[in-house]
């Protein structure tokens, strides 16, 4: 078969199980496996050895340089001590403890060479956020657990990389005459290479030696050449160049690191499914099911010893309770990032005859398929088990920093629903954060805003910005994680047939808040004068009618039941299921 045919289907294919797991809200790493099991060792489809052959290795190492360059851009190290000591201490004393529970029991359990054991358990300390984030949204468990387990995915993820690679540099230097200068060496040419790279990029981007649109794609290709040329000085020291590299330029001041990461994010979109679908390809299902009850017995210490250790020692004196602990050891899956470099180094170790180097990617393999499995599947019934689970994604996302955004979003607050702002107007959004405010400052459609808006609670978007056509925008956007159901915004007095054109093109026509007659101009001029937020207790006898009845000119905006739970007035709301809830409303005072 036709070697462009097969790379084109596979291309295919990763962009299918990608497309797949955001359809049904799950970890696109299982679809990838699947897919590659599928065609590789199954079906006998495609054989990446034959078809790539001499490329292969190098086509690899290329596609994990640009994964740990990226990995390492998004780590600044301000955010580890910014998000509490809990997620501080999951992401250095839990990835120590991770490591070392899982390098003896795979030792022991396999009688692995201690080095390749070490770097197993380097390699499976790491839980990445595309695997974390799909499961929270689907599990909904309270936001101080959701936001721990969200912060450790993403910093842990290049936090884990780099002692990974260190590990392996320590591996490959290993065993020659003078060891410890050889390691020396490879880390001493990555630190200088990785420095001198990074002081060039940074001011060749900073200076405007670069036109900017070439800043992305030269980026790309300097990350390339700097790996090469740093294993053409020393000998596998390009991973840890490239990893150094995007730490410097992650931490370097006002370097614009935002619109490299976008870019980059879309490059390794299309690297990881399609590196992904090769390795599994390449895997032999036989040694997979061959780690027989040992596998087993690795996978139950992964889950049930050195995860808990890893959560209890961590949260040692943090004010939470026994249950929330227990929650966050449950959750702690392992994702694409661990099982490409694990790949990688199994291929290149595999002239450094170590006990147990065959045996290095089936196991990183069964410990992610049999955690987010497990897991995956069994995170909603422990979350309701241990009462840690919200009834519901009662949040609310703000689109629009304006005086009535501000006031619905105040609102909420007291109200103790989460909401979150986000806007573009750098003065509005920072009149949001002074009320304090959850926001966003950036465009909430943007590429950045969808790893960086957190959504993670949220279940209901209210489009209320001044800008129409970003309100239509953002309803299009959100309307497949939030339901069309949940979607709202103001209606404008001045609205043209643009938006209803662009809505019922798409077959889709947005809920109105607060109903047909309110709006944004009326709700604008009553902020204006003497008005207030009024609670009222809606009952059999004091019904929904009879209170509009009484205040006419009053504005209900939400009703609340005795479990918290939101409910918005909209232009299809149901008088009769106001009883037995509180009304809140902006009236006159």
């Excluded at 912060?151 to 490959?172: F, K, N, R, S």
């Excluded at 393999?365 to 009834?391: C, D, H």
Aim: with cysteine; hydrophobic share 50%.
């Amino acid at each position: 078969m036709d070697i462009a045919f097969q790379l084109s289907i596979l291309l295919a294919l990763g962009m299918g199980a990608q497309w797949l797991a955001w359809y049904l809200k799950q970890p696109s790493v299982l679809f990838l496996l699947f897919t590659g099991i599928m065609i590789g060792p199954v079906l006998g489809w495609f054989h990446p050895d034959t078809v790539l052959g001499s490329l292969l290795f190098p086509s690899i190492s290329l596609g994990v340089a640009i994964i740990l360059f990226e990995g390492a851009l998004t780590l600044q190290f301000h955010e580890i001590s910014q998000h509490g000591r809990v997620v501080q201490n999951l992401v250095t004393l839990g990835a120590v403890i991770t490591i070392i529970v899982l390098s003896l029991a795979a030792y022991w359990l396999f009688n692995l060479d201690f080095r390749v054991a070490l770097l197993f358990g380097a390699l499976v300390c790491v839980t990445g956020p595309t695997v974390i984030a799909p499961m929270l949204r689907s599990v909904r468990p309270r936001s101080k657990i959701a936001n721990i387990l969200r912060w450790e995915g993403i910093i842990i993820d290049p936090v884990g990389a780099i002692a990974v690679v260190l590990v392996y540099e320590y591996i490959v230097s290993d065993g020659h005459e003078n060891s410890l200068l050889l390691f020396s060496k490879i880390v001493l040419v990555a630190f200088i290479c990785g420095g001198l790279g990074a002081v060039f990029l940074a001011n060749a981007i900073k200076r405007y030696w670069l036109p900017e649109y070439m800043r992305n794609v030269v980026t790309f290709a300097f990350v390339l050449i700097l790996f090469s040329v740093s294993n053409y000085l020393e000998s596998q020291s390009g991973l840890l160049t490239v990893t150094i590299l995007g730490l410097a330029l992650a931490n370097w001041p006002q370097f614009p690191r935002q619109s490299i990461l976008a870019f980059n994010e879309s490059l390794t979109l299309l690297f990881i499914p399609t590196l992904f679908i090769i390795l599994a390809a390449r895997m032999d299902v036989t040694a997979l099911l061959g780690l027989g009850w040992r596998g087993l017995a690795l996978l139950f210490i992964a889950m049930f010893i050195a995860r808990p250790l890893a959560v209890w020692f961590s949260s040692f004196n943090s004010g939470l309770s026994i249950q929330e602990k227990i929650m966050i050891s449950w959750i702690g899956p392992r994702g694409i990032v661990a099982a490409s470099i694990a790949s990688l180094f199994a291929l290149r170790l595999q002239n450094q005859h170590l006990s147990g180097t065959e045996l290095l990617a089936p196991m990183v393999f069964l410990i992610i398929i049999g955690t987010v499995l497990i897991q995956g599947l069994g995170a909603k019934t422990v979350a309701g088990i241990l009462k840690v689970r919200e009834p519901g994604n009662n949040g609310v996302l703000i689109v629009g920093s304006n005086e009535v955004a501000l006031m619905l979003a105040s609102t909420l607050k007291q109200l103790n629903i989460d909401v979150l702002v986000a806007d573009y107007h750098y003065v509005q959004i920072a009149r949001a954060r002074m009320k304090g405010l959850r926001t966003y400052f950036g465009n909430p459609v943007s590429e950045n805003a969808q790893t960086e808006l957190d959504l993670i609670g949220i279940g209901y978007l209210f489009a209320v910005s001044r800008d129409k056509e970003l309100n239509t925008l953002c309803e299009l956007q959100f309307r497949h994680d939030f339901g069309e159901q949940n979607i709202y915004r103001i209606r404008f007095n001045e609205e043209q047939d643009l938006t209803s054109r662009a809505q019922k093109q798409y077959q889709y026509v947005s809920r109105q808040l607060f109903g047909k007659d309110v709006t944004f101009r009326r709700l604008e001029n009553m902020l204006g004068k003497q008005t207030k937020i009024k609670i009222t207790n809606i009952t059999a006898t004091y019904d929904y009618h009879q209170y509009c009845h009484d205040h006419p000119q009053a504005i209900p905006l939400f009703l609340q039941d005795k479990n918290n739970i939101l409910y918005i007035i909209s232009s299809e709301f149901q008088p009769a299921t106001a009883i037995d809830k509180k009304l809140i409303a902006l009236d006159y005072q």
